[in-house]
């Protein structure tokens, strides 16, 4: 099972929005539903959040390098 992070549930909310409005405002039932419960747990993650000591990898991507936290996910640019 993937570990959830908040930075994986914004991308996911992101993509689900963006969707939403490509569609005119229509999702499936089930992707209302996702929507919904990965907004519920976002602020749940976010309430419950305690500061990261972060752990920082490099990963490339593209060709271009990406800084990353190995704990959270949170990303941090171009290095």
Sequence with gaps: MPKITIASLERRITVLESEKQTL???L???G????EA?????DKLKADEKPCKHDYYIRVVGGSRRITCLKCGKAYGDA
Excluded at 32 to 35: M, S
Excluded at 38 to 42: G, V
């Design 24 to 26: 005119g405002g229509q």
């Design 32 to 35: 209302e539903f996702q929507l």
């Design 38 to 42: 990965f907004k519920l747990l976002l």
């Design 28 to 30: 499936s039932i089930n």
